[in-house]
């Protein structure tokens, strides 16, 4: 089977695209209403918004703390509390569990 290049439309050709790929348009920065209608954004939405603005900000996480842990991962010194972490577990698992019902 022979490709005719002649009729592939430009950009589109199959070998190779020498622009590389191309970048995703950015998110409307409002909630965009349409004649008297508006969209409602559900939690997860806005959680994500937020976490998305603490990014921009540079507060994603402290610095100063991720520091310590590191140092006492390196010194020998980091303790993990097993029933903390067992609780924090099956707490998600209920959540997890408790979204597909």
């Known amino acids: 089977m022979k490709i005719d290049l ?3 439309s430009a ?3 199959p070998l190779k695209d020498s622009a590389g ?3 995703l348009p950015k998110p409307a920065a409002e909630t965009p209403t349409v004649a008297g209608s508006a969209l409602q954004l559900s ?3 806005s959680k994500l918004k937020h976490v998305e603005s603490k990014l921009v900000q540079g507060e994603a996480f402290d610095a100063q703390r991720v520091a310590e ?3 006492a991962i390196k010194s020998g010194t980091f303790n ?3 029933e903390v972490v ?3 577990l099956i707490a998600n698992a209920y959540e997890v569990l408790g979204k597909l019902h």
């Open 86 to 88: 067992a609780d924090k």
């Open 11 to 13: 950009g589109m050709s």
């Open 21 to 23: 790929p191309k970048p």
């Open 43 to 45: 939690d997860l939405s």
């Open 80 to 82: 993990v509390n097993a």
């Open 6 to 8: 002649d009729k592939v």
């Open 69 to 71: 842990i590191k140092q």
